[in-house]
């Protein structure tokens, strides 16, 4: 069943959940790949029902991102639902969950489908529209290094969001991917922080045969591009083993791993070595971490990480 009323989606939660069963949420911003039904996959070993949400959240982006160009197929994400053992029992695919006006397909409405970029100036992509959503929410520590130097927006409109996508399903577990690995981080912080009673799981990286992290912006990779984007995978595990035969100097390993990327064409956005629960630097390796990388090539922003201990 597909749902795109939150009030008609909060009335079969709580009619689910009445019945004794429990829910198992998978929060997505569609274009899904085998990354998302790895996640359908681990929510199903969790609940007895599981809910895909599919909503491009204009909150997170800042009028300079990709909000515009982000690729979206629905008919292509249902089918691919379908395909995943045991399937998913009710997909929520709102058209807009910033404007509360009810019953009335206003211009903002279009737009959002259309997901025009919006304008410069402006916090995010919400603000700009005028919609009038004005409460947030933040993780004020975890959301600050990391994709939040660069994307100081972003964390703020996950956290929302996912509040809000929390408030309408009523999860009792909610599966995350690592590759967002700050991300996965923030929303456990935040569940634990506000007291969700809901259990958050993170499941790991789903790579190409290639070794690439699957990604929906991988699409937009040339395929010269592509090929030098594996450079992040193969550093990243080169990085570990390095470790692992007692090379635990943190400087060292990021340099090591910043020269291959740049060598191959990618621009770093940041290469840092992070405590796993933290995500304070490291400088040496004592205790688990995790070594998260952002990097361009051409016109992509790719993350990535390796979580590893000594």
């Not at 085998?34 to 996640?39: A, K, R």
């Not at 290639?210 to 040339?222: E, M, T």
């Not at 740049?262 to 796993?276: L, P």
Request: aromatic share 8%.
């Amino acid at each position: 069943v597909i749902f795109t009323e939150k009030n008609e989606m909060r009335k079969w939660s709580r009619s689910t959940r009445s019945q004794g069963k429990t829910i198992g949420l998978v929060p997505t911003m569609g274009y899904l790949h085998q990354g998302h039904l790895s996640l359908v996959e681990e929510a199903h070993k969790h609940a007895e029902v599981v809910v895909v949400s599919i909503y491009v959240n204009p909150g997170q982006f800042s009028p300079s991102e990709d909000l515009s160009t982000y690729p979206s197929d629905f008919h292509g994400d249902i089918l691919n639902l379908k395909s995943v053992p045991g399937g998913v029992d009710a997909v929520f695919a709102p058209n807009n969950l910033y404007d509360y006006r009810e019953n009335k397909k206003s211009e903002i409405d279009v737009d959002m489908e259309n997901k025009n970029s919006c304008k410069k100036g402006v916090v995010s992509c919400v603000e700009e529209r005028g919609i009038g959503h004005e409460t947030w929410v933040r993780v004020e520590k975890l959301e600050k290094g990391l994709c939040g130097k660069s994307r100081p927006v972003f964390f703020r409109g996950v956290a929302t969001i996912v509040t809000k996508l929390f408030n309408i399903v009523e999860p009792d577990v909610a599966v995350f991917g690592k590759k967002d690995y700050q991300q996965w981080r923030i929303i456990q912080r935040m569940v634990r922080d506000l007291d969700f009673g809901i259990e958050i799981v993170g499941s790991d990286i789903v790579r190409d045969t290639d070794g690439l992290a699957l990604s929906s912006r991988n699409v937009h990779l040339s395929p010269k591009e592509r090929e030098k984007a594996l450079s992040i995978s193969k550093s990243l595990l080169k990085a570990k083993s390095d470790a692992k035969i007692g090379l635990v100097n943190c400087k060292e390993l990021t340099d090591t791993v910043v020269q291959t990327i740049t060598q191959a064409g990618g621009r770093i956005d940041y290469a840092e070595i992070v405590e796993q629960e933290s995500l304070e630097a490291v400088e040496e390796i004592k205790n688990p971490v995790v070594f998260c990388i952002a990097a361009w090539f051409g016109k992509v922003r790719l993350i990535d990480n390796i979580e590893f201990s000594v």
